[in-house]
């Protein structure tokens, strides 16, 4: 007997283009909101030695209990809200995208945002629901609010700041979204490091808001760990669907140990926030160049033609992502990561280049 993928796979799934990683061996890469700068080296041969001592034949304690409490201490999660911790957010976002998808169930969200939002809702079998953003790439109130009102969503998801459009929506938009919504309201707090703004101190005033960080852009992408808190309530539901061991025993030590020096990580996102300032200025000054305004370690850009300007930078050795097709209200768009001033400099060099070339001279 033979069997075919479309026997066999979810249409659902059959139609998904998954999530395209491009290789960006021998690049720049300024493509994904990474922290360019490692551990110093004392910090690295000290992260060697914890490593080397973790008992990597025993399954981790499925508890987590000393890396919830450093999350708790360092990150400021309020007395009352409990953690989930996950692999990497992007584990969080399923798990709440499973529990969440009964029969029938929809899922809101501003569009463009993330895109594992849409992807995690549709592999659970919800559907999604998005609501474009105001031209101004503020939230649409009135829309969200229609939308809320007219499917009743299990789960509406705000990044905050929002990806790949780089802003804040405005604290009194999320609020009003907070008293009508009859499910889950997450805020993902991705990139809150550089925003210096949160969530979490409303997680007591709130018994539907879930508010969603994730160590990746501090620095820690490579080890995969994001966490939620909440509601005890809502933790222990979600807690049942995730696997027992979803964060290894070495991404755990790691973690406790990029904690415990979390002020070397926050230095370096200090310094990440001043050098966004100083890139989205050059980038102004480039002409045909627009820059949105930005919270996040990225700069969303609109250049006459994304598509050929990216491909103009790529051969100039410099790897940045195109979004100009993800949504209408991103027509001609790229963004950009902040790296380390070289990288930054060889980014405005290969722009320059690209747009130069485009133009024809
Ligand atoms: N949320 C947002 C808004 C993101 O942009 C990203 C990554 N690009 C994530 C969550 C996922 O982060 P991670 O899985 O690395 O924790």
Not at 7 to 25: C, F, K, N, T
Not at 214 to 235: E, N, Q
Not at 256 to 270: C, T
Not at 303 to 330: C, F, N, W
Request: net charge neutral.
């Amino acid at each position: 007997m033979s069997v075919s993928p479309q026997d066999l796979i979810r249409p659902e799934v059959l139609a998904m283009a998954g999530y395209h990683v491009p290789s960006a061996a021998g690049l720049v890469k300024l493509d994904a909101m990474e922290n360019p700068y490692p551990l110093p080296p004392e910090l690295q041969r000290a992260l060697a030695e914890r490593l080397a001592a973790v008992a990597i034949n025993r399954y981790p304690a499925p508890s987590y209990t000393r890396l919830k409490a450093l999350v708790r201490e360092k990150l400021g999660v309020p007395a009352g809200a409990e953690v989930l911790l996950g692999n990497g957010s992007d584990e969080l976002i399923t798990m709440m995208s499973v529990a969440t998808a009964k029969p029938g169930a929809t899922v809101v969200a501003p569009a463009p945002s993330f895109v594992m939002y849409d992807l995690s809702t549709r592999l659970a079998g919800a559907t999604y629901v998005p609501v474009p953003l105001a031209a101004d790439l503020s939230l649409d109130l009135p829309a969200m609010l229609a939308a809320i009102e007219r499917h009743r969503p299990a789960l509406v998801w705000l990044a905050y700041p929002n990806n790949p459009t780089g802003n804040c929506f405005a604290r009194a938009d999320v609020e009003a979204i907070l008293a009508v919504a009859p499910g889950l309201v997450v805020l993902d707090e991705a990139y809150q490091p550089f925003a210096l703004d949160s969530w979490m101190d409303a997680l007591p005033a709130h018994d539907n808001l879930v508010v969603m960080r994730t160590v990746s852009k501090l620095g820690l992408a490579g080890i995969r760990i994001g966490y939620m808190a909440a509601a005890p309530r809502w933790i222990a539901e979600f807690d049942k669907v995730r696997p027992p061991y979803n964060v290894s025993v070495l991404d755990e030590a790691a973690a406790e140990f990029a904690l415990e020096h979390l002020d070397v990580l926050l230095a370096q996102a200090a310094r990440l926030r001043e050098d966004r300032g100083h890139l989205a200025a050059a980038l102004a000054a480039l002409p045909g160049v627009a820059v949105f305004p930005s919270r996040a370690n990225f700069l969303l850009v609109r250049v006459p033609d994304s598509t050929a300007v990216a491909a103009g930078m790529r051969e100039r050795g410099v790897l940045i992502k195109d979004v100009g097709r993800m949504h209408p209200l991103l027509a001609g768009c790229l963004r950009l990561t902040v790296g380390t001033p070289d990288e930054n400099a060889a980014m405005l060099d290969a722009l320059r280049g690209a747009l130069a070339a485009r133009a024809g001279r």
